[in-house]
């Protein structure tokens, strides 16, 4: 868990608190300093106001406070960045003085570039660079992380933007091609995050599918923010379960749905949808209210360590003859990972072995790709997931190419096995190699070490 109060607001490990084995996602605290926006609109407009709410956020359990001076609701009126910037520059610096970590929420290239300069570590554009051509450049020049949400625009009520014939598979795509534009204008690869964009043209139901497909996102080979709170699918769910707001008791002999719309209760079914997105391995949460979020993390994180710490179960692995299967062998990678600074400035070359176990039967009696995993998917894939951040062990890079091809929907268990044939190891070797064995629920069951991996 990165710690929370750093130098000059800024976030470690850029970009920060990348999903890793038993961490839990940060917590990006909302800080709306607007006269309109859907759910705190008017409360901290007032620079001190603002400032006073972004430290109790950030006592309150944020990891991260993001501020936003430009409300995107339907029906908003635009701001311009002048006006923007007034709204939230000095909330920034004041933030960033006092050693919270600060994100910009802005459409615009301007304010983020004086936000940074301010102290922001993060731009979070709700557009993903598709509202402000020069957006790209201000984030590469200013080397800071940052979020791309997908987007068709300011959101519809009325929904004529939210025809998905498969809404996962196609908000995935859309946001391959954001990171792949913010990497072509020069941001680095390890420094983007993507949102899904709940709320912002797509249905409940497609929001629902969306977070279901957390894993298929999670393969694009870069790390997910979710934005749900207090949003419209949160508050109809809660409307038809029949449950009383608040703990009020329904009338008496009623069947209509509880009207479910209170800070508290949405509050409440955000850090739901918040813990189980962190079971779903996500990168951070945006949420309204942290306090609630932080101690559902903390449960869900408290479940997660009793599940590491009871061990594996003996589980026979992979058999040669009783399992169909898939290998992906001598996959080769260059990347910066390594103990040592010359590892990390120079690079050196990884080999990936990947074998996937899963019921081949329903490809080859319809001869149906889709019934099956892509080979060249597959191997971008894997190729993103091991470019991605630098790390010190092989074992790291073994457990996220795991996670990796895990995500591909019917693999029920994946053996990895990283290869490392150029370590700084200072006598004659032909090769060291770490190998993990996971299944599709995530619980390991059994691994191998081939030699040290420094």
Do not use: C
């Not at 006592?59 to 936003?68: E, I, K, N, P, S």
């Not at 996959?331 to 390594?338: C, I, M, Q, R």
């Amino acid at each position: 868990m990165p710690e929370r109060i750093v130098q000059h607001g800024r976030v470690p490990d850029a970009p920060p608190g990348l999903a890793r084995d038993g961490a839990r996602p940060l917590v990006l605290g909302i800080l709306n300093v607007t006269p309109d926006s859907f759910s705190d609109g008017g409360r901290f407009l007032a620079t001190g106001a603002a400032v006073a709410r972004g430290l109790e956020l950030a006592a309150q359990g944020a990891d991260v406070v993001d501020v936003g001076g430009e409300s995107t609701r339907p029906g908003a009126a635009p701001v311009p960045p002048a006006e923007e910037q007034r709204r939230v520059v000095p909330v920034v610096e004041a933030l960033a003085s006092h050693g919270v970590a600060v994100s910009i929420d802005t459409l615009h290239a301007e304010t983020a570039r004086a936000a940074v300069a301010a102290g922001a570590s993060i731009v979070n554009d709700v557009s993903g660079g598709l509202h402000d051509p020069a957006m790209h450049g201000v984030v590469a020049d200013a080397g800071v992380t940052y979020i791309a949400m997908h987007w068709r625009g300011i959101p519809d009520p009325a929904h004529r933007r939210s025809g998905y014939a498969d809404v996962v598979l196609e908000v995935a795509d859309e946001l391959a091609r954001l990171a792949e534009a913010a990497v072509s204008a020069g941001i680095a690869p390890e420094r983007i995050v993507l949102d899904p964009g709940l709320g912002f043209d797509k249905t409940a139901e497609q929001g629902w599918r969306l977070l279901a497909g957390i894993p298929e996102l999670r393969r694009l080979g870069h790390p997910v923010l979710v934005g749900i709170s207090r949003k419209r699918m949160i508050a109809e769910t809660l409307a038809a379960s029949r449950v009383s707001p608040a703990g009020a008791a329904p009338p008496s002999g009623s069947s209509r749905p509880t009207e479910a719309g209170s800070e508290r209760d949405l509050d409440l079914g955000t850090a739901v949808v918040s813990a189980l997105a962190a079971g779903a391995g996500v990168w951070g949460v945006r949420v309204h209210e942290a306090a609630s979020t932080a101690r559902a993390l903390a449960v869900s994180e408290a479940w997660a360590a009793g599940r590491r710490s009871s061990g594996p179960a003996p589980v026979a692995p992979i058999r040669a003859g009783g399992a169909d299967r898939i290998a992906l062998t001598g996959l080769e990678v260059f990347a910066h990972h390594g103990v040592y600074a010359d590892e990390r400035a120079n690079g050196q070359r990884f080999l990936i072995d990947a074998e996937l176990s899963l019921d081949l039967a329903p490809a080859a009696g319809g001869d149906d790709l889709a019934a099956t995993v892509h080979y060249g998917e597959l191997a971008e894939a894997i190729v993103a997931a091991v470019r991605r951040d630098p790390v010190d062990l092989i074992e790291t890079v073994a457990e996220r190419v795991a996670e990796v091809a895990l995500g591909f929907g019917r693999v029920s268990e994946a053996r990895v096995t990283v290869h490392k044939p150029d370590a700084p190891i200072r006598a004659e070797f032909a090769d060291v190699s770490v190998t993990v064995v996971r299944e599709a629920h995530g619980t390991p069951h059994a691994r191998e070490q081939h030699g040290g991996a420094p």
